[in-house]
T-cell receptor, first 112, second 117 residues
Framework: TQLLEQSPQFLSIQEGENLTVYCNSS?????LQWYRQEPGEGPVLLVT?????EVKKLKRLTFQFGDARKDSSLHITAAQPGDTGLYLC????????????FGPGTRLSVLP | DAGVIQSPRHEVTEMGQEVTLRCKPI?????LFWYRQTMMRGLELLIY????????DSGMPEDRFSAKMPNASFSTLKIQPSEPRDSAVYFC???????????????FGEGSRLTVL
């Protein structure tokens, strides 16, 4: 059983479309991070959210941390082929020594 | 600046053989993590070190796996003997962590893809 669930598992869209991916858990997190991983490479940090209800923007990407700090969403506006990759959320848990537990990821493909 | 460096990038071996994966963390980072990534289980934390000391190895699958960090600039993950179910991509990551409620960034290497036949 995964501590973190991500949906959808796979997403294929056309360039220019908007999309939202979700990260959910029954656990409360100290903080939550989003990473993007491209084929043959390690994950790269996109953002860290700490406060319940927090919203952060990174160019066309908008990240939101749920009020109860149990869930998060990532919204991409006007997706581009360069956004293609595996999007991983990672929740920080006190019970895990403040280490980050990763979700299974959403694999996004943006077609030109 | 050099990132986290892992070697080898690819390893193909036969069941029963010993496998050693190597990692050089980013200079100045005080925490090092070994992860394993598979399609079925995603990214799993195997073990992490803080100031070269293993803090939590509860993610290590079984006694066939061992990890060492003899100094701040080098770590190894060893599998002996290897089995086909160990096939995965193994990532090393490093970070600078302060005590308490740290939200530091994990910097990942490019991974070592292991195939055990």
């Amino acid at each position: 059983t995964q501590l973190l669930e991500q949906s959808p598992q796979f997403l294929s869209i056309q360039e220019g479309e908007n999309l939202t991916v979700y990260c959910n858990s029954s656990s409360v997190f100290s903080s939550l991070q989003w990473y993007r991983q491209e084929p043959g490479e390690g994950p790269v940090l996109l953002v860290t959210v700490v406060t319940g209800g927090e919203v952060k923007k990174l160019k066309r990407l908008t990240f939101q941390f749920g009020d109860a700090r149990k869930d998060s969403s990532l919204h991409i506006t006007a997706a581009q082929p360069g956004d293609t990759g595996l999007y991983l959320c990672a929740g920080q848990l006190r019970a895990y020594g403040q280490n980050f537990v990763f979700g299974p990821g959403t694999r996004l493909s943006v077609l030109p | 600046d050099a990132g986290v460096i892992q070697s080898p990038r690819h390893e193909v071996t036969e069941m029963g053989q010993e496998v050693t994966l190597r990692c050089k963390p980013i200079s100045g980072h005080n925490s090092l993590f070994w992860y394993r990534q598979t399609m079925m289980r995603g990214l799993e934390l195997l073990i992490y070190f803080n100031n070269n000391v293993p803090i939590d190895d509860s993610g290590m699958p079984e006694d066939r796996f061992s990890a060492k960090m003899p100094n701040a600039s080098f770590s190894t993950l060893k599998i002996q003997p290897s089995e086909p179910r160990d096939s995965a991509v193994y990532f090393c990551a490093s970070s600078f962590r302060l005590a308490g409620r740290d939200t530091g960034e994990l910097f990942f290497g490019e991974g070592s893809r292991l195939t055990v036949l």
